[in-house]
């Protein structure tokens, strides 16, 4: 009898192991195997005197823009805000958009285009009047739009996270890390959005290249960045601009010379990353009790530890910057913007925007 019912809770027990349902179903893949810090990567808390701009008066400048002198950022409450680039005086409240902004960028026009990871793709113009541009694509509702470029013709590229997670579930997305990410391209001359690259790893950043031949998608899970061409015989392909980034690239800027700066939101963590190829090892871990879990930092998702971390990268994908503050007096930066001989810092968990010089060439 004893051994009957020790049979039928051992079947019971591997078919719950097995078969119980979970909230994510990971495909598999393998990313690049993480380079050590060592060399050129060589943690050196570079950016430990960054000065921290407003400090204590803004919640999460994810990213800035700058014009007239006046740097500007959106906060978690949807306040969109600006300031003196000079660091005086109090952030000004110049629009709320209701939701949370993040990525942001001028047009022609003076408006300020952002990205609101509850609205869409957002606008606010000079006299302050908030308007939704595009809330959705093909029928679908965006996740969590994210991050923005500008093209002269007026259309703008953004990035939409993943088509089936949104903020809230975004730990489930990482934990999943199927290739879930859009492109998106919004026409304001036939007000119609349309995807223009998919199969991307948590997409994130984005920016035009010189001359918009091309634009580039940061894939924040897939430490890599994929470029979009838009002009010349490589029209409508898609390529890589730079692999196995040091850290998980979150947005990115061009300074319009030689330059773009890749703000990387997290640094690598190869025993997460190497559950990416193990998909049953994932869903087994889903249906253990959290102390059991063979790799703890796998549900910690947006919660991994991290410290300050970017790369300025030249016009042929090789990494010319590597700054880091890995004592965490700068933590998850989201964002660098240059500006006359200074970068900007933003952070998503931050409560200042900082501030270095431009740094040498490693």
Same mark, same amino acid.
């Given at each position: 009898?004893?051994?009957?019912?020790?049979?039928?809770?051992?079947?019971?027990?591997?078919?719950?192991?097995?078969?119980?349902?979970?909230?994510? $179903?990971?495909?598999?893949?393998?990313?690049? &195997?993480?380079?050590?810090?060592?060399?050129?990567?060589?943690?050196?808390?570079?950016?430990?005197?960054?000065?921290?701009?407003?400090?204590?008066?803004?919640?999460?400048?994810?990213?800035?823009?700058?014009?007239?002198?006046?740097?500007?950022?959106?906060?978690?409450?949807?306040?969109?805000?600006?300031?003196?680039?000079?660091?005086?005086?109090?952030?000004?409240?110049?629009?709320?958009?209701?939701?949370?902004?993040?990525?942001?960028?001028?047009?022609?026009?003076?408006?300020?285009?952002?990205?609101?990871?509850?609205?869409?793709?957002? &606008?606010?113009?000079?006299?302050?009047?908030?308007?939704?541009?595009? $809330?959705?694509?093909?029928?679908?509702?965006?996740?969590?739009?994210?991050?923005?470029?500008?093209?002269?013709?007026?259309?703008?590229?953004?990035?939409?996270?993943?088509?089936?997670?949104?903020?809230? &579930?975004?730990?489930?997305?990482?934990?999943?890390?199927?290739?879930?990410?859009?492109?998106?391209?919004?026409?304001?001359?036939?007000?119609?959005?349309?995807?223009?690259? $998919?199969?991307?790893?948590?997409?994130?950043?984005?920016?035009?290249?010189?001359?918009?031949?091309?634009?580039?998608?940061?894939?924040?899970?897939?430490?890599?960045?994929?470029?979009?061409?838009?002009?010349?015989?490589?029209?409508? &392909?898609?390529?890589?601009?730079?692999?196995?980034?040091?850290?998980?690239?979150?947005?990115?800027?061009?300074?319009?010379?030689?330059?773009?700066?890749?703000?990387?939101?997290?640094?690598?963590?190869?025993?997460?990353?190497?559950?990416?190829?193990?998909?049953?090892?994932?869903?087994?871990?889903?249906?253990?009790?959290?102390?059991?879990?063979?790799?703890?930092?796998?549900?910690?998702?947006?919660?991994?530890?991290?410290?300050?971390?970017?790369?300025?990268?030249?016009?042929?994908?090789?990494?010319?910057?590597?700054?880091?503050?890995?004592?965490?007096?700068?933590?998850?930066?989201?964002?660098?913007?240059?500006?006359?001989?200074?970068?900007?810092?933003?952070?998503?968990?931050?409560?200042?925007?900082?501030?270095?010089?431009?740094?040498?060439?490693?």
């Amino acid at each position: 009898m004893f051994s009957t019912i020790l049979i039928v809770a051992i079947i019971l027990l591997a078919a719950y192991l097995l078969f119980w349902p979970v909230p994510i $179903d990971p495909q598999g893949w393998n990313p690049p &195997q993480a380079l050590p810090y060592e060399g050129k990567f060589a943690l050196r808390n570079s950016l430990g005197g960054a000065e921290k701009l407003w400090q204590g008066k803004m919640d999460g400048p994810e990213a800035t823009a700058i014009k007239d002198d006046m740097l500007y950022t959106g906060l978690g409450n949807g306040d969109v805000v600006r300031a003196s680039i000079d660091g005086s005086g109090e952030p000004e409240v110049i629009a709320n958009t209701g939701g949370r902004p993040i990525g942001l960028k001028f047009d022609a026009q003076g408006n300020l285009i952002l990205c609101d990871m509850m609205k869409g793709l957002v &606008q606010v113009t000079p006299t302050g009047e908030f308007s939704v541009l595009s $809330d959705s694509v093909n029928g679908r509702k965006y996740n969590v739009a994210d991050d923005l470029s500008i093209a002269s013709d007026g259309k703008i590229y953004f990035s939409d996270v993943s088509s089936k997670y949104d903020m809230a &579930q975004l730990n489930l997305g990482m934990m999943e890390d199927n290739p879930l990410g859009e492109l998106i391209c919004f026409d304001p001359a036939t007000q119609t959005s349309t995807v223009v690259l $998919d199969d991307m790893h948590l997409a994130n950043g984005v920016c035009l290249g010189p001359d918009e031949e091309y634009v580039l998608v940061n894939e924040t899970l897939g430490f890599r960045v994929s470029r979009l061409w838009l002009k010349g015989p490589k029209a409508g &392909q898609r390529d890589f601009f730079i692999e196995n980034l040091p850290g998980a690239p979150d947005n990115i800027t061009y300074n319009g010379k030689d330059t773009y700066w890749i703000a990387l939101a997290w640094p690598r963590f190869p025993r997460v990353e190497a559950l990416a190829s193990k998909p049953f090892k994932k869903k087994l871990m889903m249906r253990l009790p959290r102390f059991m879990a063979m790799v703890p930092e796998f549900f910690m998702g947006l919660e991994l530890p991290s410290y300050g971390l970017f790369v300025g990268v030249d016009l042929n994908g090789k990494i010319t910057h590597f700054m880091d503050s890995h004592s965490g007096e700068v933590g998850l930066i989201t964002s660098v913007l240059e500006h006359e001989g200074s970068l900007y810092l933003g952070g998503l968990m931050s409560d200042y925007v900082a501030r270095v010089p431009v740094p040498k060439q490693v």
